[in-house]
């Protein structure tokens, strides 16, 4: 009989360039770690041409066990194979660092090879190996298919017995009932493997498959059941290799108005709708696709977000068969942003998809905002509170002395007077300056909305008058292209020590000063409570210019549920929480550290998409 190609591979790819009989016999056991050196006498691979050692360890079947092998002088590399030669797993990084860590379940009695080498043809030096036993999750027993029901997580394990894949992988059997129409999502995680899901239809028929659509090594699959009945997901590794090791999988129901799947949705200026990713829609070069239709006028400035937990969003804009613009990340985190000027009057498609390409999907919200076109180049504009307004920087603006250009926004305030001012692009690292009517600078923020490169100003302005805030790209590149403007009034931070109330969608300017509440290290804190409307995810954010954003979440008992500190942009907080209906929570604005830091800050929450 003919090898199969992970045969091939094991006998093959890994043979020696000088005779591995060179080598002294090395011998390693469960439960002991020992210590070697690659060296350049070593003898080297034919793939990988980096120096490698070969340690026997005898197994029996069904052993569970995990290899360590770690260096600071190189990458480390791990290869398993039988005594045949046959490859039972290969790792990387899956340790600390550029340490390899391999998890297996051993198939047969007998003797085992642990090749340590380097993943690079330079590595050279002192290395540890370690075999130890693996506690593996309590799991469905192997090769037996095992029920999941919307709203579940479970625990799996890949291992010999279980079936194998058509390419060599082994693959676990999850069954699940679905209503015709109805919106499901896998989730596939794990450490051990590079995840890889399949959902298969009532008639065994494949609906969906993917590989990293939760980003890194993790599987997502969104889909619309066509058909009622009994449907099968398939959670299997990516590749050849048949791997070992634990993972959760995850099947979650979503329910919304979304458009049906192909069919294009309509979304007005001012608008916030929601969209999802799942079989049945268009596939187009980044996998699935949908598409939003708007109408504007020639010389608008067109603002629009495509945002989502579930995928890094990719949006392009289109006026007939023409592509106006596309973007990435513009907007906070993976979620893209466009911003230009509209050419044509008449109608417009946004295409949202996931970046990668794939059938990765799930939900993910997109807004439309149009506003007037910019001021003209190099004039001094108005703005005034409440006020969203569109920029540019571009040549004719006025010029830096340190280069690149900058626009000069007025408004008129009064003495003791609080204002927030953000300024938002997807063009270039946006940077905001407030200046008194003598021309001093009070406030000045890089990236201080908590959302990637946009700013964010607080100031209390002691004295009455006309205040310019300068808008401009941060260092002294000639940084050009579309941003937003937005002015507004806070109103005074709360009296010290007194408990508010946030609701969804609230973003609050307070302050850390002598007078409120102070936690277990005695920092100062200022406490909010929110009753939540509904059962969903909730996220937080605390951003400060004045000191290192810290948050707390507690029930209303005064438990601590969750804590961040450095989750958003920078030194500031997010929190992502599942929350119930009907209860009551505690949110604590606090500071990192022992010190008791005080100053101005701004917490925003909403619920998530």
Do not use: C
């Not at 770690?33 to 060296?39: A, E, F, Q």
């Not at 043809?121 to 192997?142: F, H, K, M, Q």
């Not at 310019?468 to 940084?479: F, K, L, P, T």
Request: net charge negative.
């Amino acid at each position: 009989m003919r090898p199969t190609r992970v045969a091939l591979f094991a006998l093959f790819a890994l043979l020696p360039a000088t005779p591995a009989a060179a080598q002294q016999a090395r011998t390693v056991v469960v439960g002991r770690v020992v210590t070697d050196s690659l060296t350049a006498r070593d003898p080297v691979g034919r793939s990988r041409k980096a120096p490698y050692h070969v340690w026997t360890l005898d197994g029996r079947r069904g052993q569970k066990i995990e290899i360590d092998l770690a260096s600071a002088d190189f990458d480390a590399y791990l290869v398993l194979r039988d005594g045949e030669g046959y490859v039972i797993g290969r790792d990387d990084d899956s340790g600390e660092g550029n340490s390899a860590r391999l998890h297996a379940i051993l198939p047969r009695e007998g003797r085992y090879q642990i090749v340590a080498t380097s993943f690079s043809e330079s590595g050279r030096g002192r290395y540890t190996l370690g075999v130890s036993g693996w506690e593996t999750p309590d799991a469905p027993p192997a090769g037996v298919a095992a029920a999941l029901r919307p709203g579940e997580t479970k625990d799996g394990l890949l291992e010999p017995g279980d079936e194998v894949s058509g390419d060599g992988p082994f693959q676990d059997r999850w069954t699940f009932d679905a209503r015709a129409g109805q919106r499901l999502r896998f989730e596939l995680r794990s450490t051990d493997f590079d995840s890889y899901l399949v959902v298969l239809g009532p008639d065994g028929a494949q609906l969906a498959t993917d590989d990293d659509g939760l980003g890194d090594n993790d599987a997502s699959i969104a889909f619309r059941a066509g058909a009622a009945g009994h449907h099968t997901a398939l959670a299997t590794s990516y590749g050849d290799d048949p791997k070992s090791g634990g993972y959760r999988i995850t099947l979650v129901e979503e329910s919304g108005d979304f458009a049906e799947p192909g069919e294009a949705g309509a979304i007005a200026a001012g608008e916030t709708k929601d969209g999802r990713l799942e079989t049945g829609d268009r596939f187009g070069t980044r996998g699935f696709e949908d598409r939003w239709t708007f109408t504007a006028r020639a010389g608008q400035l067109l603002r629009i977000d495509a945002t989502s937990q579930a995928f890094d969003t990719y949006a392009v804009l289109r006026f007939g068969e023409t592509s106006v613009d596309s973007n990435d990340d513009g907007g906070d985190g993976t979620n893209a942003r466009v911003m230009t000027v509209a050419p044509n009057t008449g109608t417009y498609t946004l295409v949202v998809s996931a970046y990668s390409e794939g059938r990765a999907g799930g939900r993910y919200a997109v807004a439309l905002g149009v506003t007037a076109t910019p001021a003209a180049a190099g004039a001094p504009a108005r703005i005034a509170p409440g006020q969203r307004l569109a920029g540019r920087l571009e040549p004719g603006d006025r010029a830096r002395d340190g280069g690149g250009y900058e626009d000069v926004w007025e408004f008129d305030a009064r003495p003791g007077q609080d204002v927030t001012i953000e300024m938002r692009s997807g063009s270039f690292d946006a940077y905001l300056e407030l200046r008194d009517p003598q021309g001093r600078i009070v406030a000045e923020n890089d990236d201080g909305l908590g959302e990637g490169t946009d700013s964010f100003v607080f100031g209390h302005l002691e004295q009455g008058g006309r205040y310019r805030i300068v808008a401009r790209g941060y260092g002294d590149r000639e940084s050009a292209g579309f941003y937003e403007l937005a002015l507004a009034t806070a109103a005074p931070a709360g009296a010290p020590g007194r408990v508010l109330e946030v609701r969804d969608g609230d973003a609050i300017v307070g302050r850390l000063e002598p007078g409120d509440s102070v936690v277990g290290d005695s920092t100062y804190a200022d406490v909010y409570l929110f009753r939540s409307s509904r059962s969903a995810d909730v996220v937080i954010d605390l951003r400060s210019g004045d000191f290192d954003a810290y948050l707390l979440l507690q029930d209303a008992a005064g438990r601590t549920l969750a804590t961040d500190d450095d989750g958003g942009s920078g030194r500031d907080s997010r929190l992502s929480f599942g929350v119930t209906a009907g209860a009551t929570y505690r949110i604590l604005a606090n500071s990192y550290g022992e010190e008791r830091a005080t100053g101005a800050y701004r917490l925003s929450l909403r619920f998530a998409p």
